[in-house]
């Protein structure tokens, strides 16, 4: 892909932001990958944007903030040609990623945002997601909150992430929701039952997180317990460890062998059916997936230009029912543990 050749751009809900039909990421140059080189994942920031890629994703919880006082300079560097996405609502124990609380009352959103505000920088967000749901507040009380920040000038554009279909609607009635984000792959399927339809109905974008499987669909790893470091988070989802990883890596033989002839990477294959989505179902789709490389994210736009025939989907299709162990340890977090 040339540099004057940027990927293609869509509109994130009926009045969103404009942005590149990919996205980026970021929580793996801060928080729960193992070590990250600094300088690469700076250097890989400005290639994004020199690929077209312009919805960058953070939030509060990943590495307690840290990862938005680190991207703070690439952001205020090139403030008028990025959409900044960041969340509140998940507080993570950084010395245990799996211990989390959840807030959504509106005293505590108002306080994460003055705090996303400052260790990022800017005067405004352009995309605030609600990170989790709290179940205890209506999410009309909530998104009631997120509605006045908008109104304030704090926030452009409000988000929403891992909740129902029908939660999103009741969000919806309250102010309009630009995307849902939820995790979306040849593995993660389960949003496609709910969650897909009423975003279609509504005109919300869906922004998938994972695309890539946390890794696992490029072949990068193929064991969490044995190829990863102690402080990777990926230990902790059962889909990526023991026996259920090597019942998983044996599901890649498709993948693989399209991938092999189409001269393409398996995390391109992967990629593309993701985006392909956007057709399928008839509503905006702009994967994030998370890199620390510039070779990864060169890697990933191209995945924009690969189109999979009616065959090569059909293929494909069997694999996310195939699939040993959930997305999480404790799937309550999640839409598929309300729906």
Known sequence: MSDDNKI???????????????GLGCMGMSFAYGPTDA?????????????????????????????????APFFRAHRDEVVIATKFALSVDPRDPS?????????????????????????????????????????????????????????????????????????QAVHPIAAVQSEWSLFSRDIEEGVVPAARELGVALVPYSPLGRGFLTGSFTSAEKDLTEDDFRRSQ???????AAANAALLEPVRKLAEGRTATLGQVALAWVQQQARVHGLAVVPIPGTRRRTRVEENAAATRLLLTESEMELLEPIASRVAGGRYADMTFTSAGRE
């Open 8 to 22: 293609d751009k869509v509109r994130l809900g009926t009045g969103g932001p404009e942005v590149g039909v990919q």
């Open 99 to 171: 211990k989390r609380t959840i807030r959504n009352d509106p005293a505590y959103i108002r306080q994460c945002v003055e705090g996303s505000l400052q260790r990022l920088g800017v005067d405004e967000i352009d995309l605030y997601y609600m990170h989790r749901r709290d179940v205890n507040v209506p999410i009309e009380e909530s998104v009631g909150a997120m509605a006045e920040l908008v109104r304030e000038g704090k926030v452009k554009h409000l988000g929403l992430s891992e909740v129902t279909g029908g939660e999103l609607r009741a969000a």
């Open 39 to 71: 300088d690469e994942a700076r250097a890989t920031l400005e290639r994004a944007l020199e690929l077209g890629i312009t919805l960058y994703d953070t939030a509060d919880a990943y590495a307690a903030g840290e990862n938005e006082k680190f991207l």
């Open 238 to 244: 059962p889909r990526y460890n023991g026996d259920n």
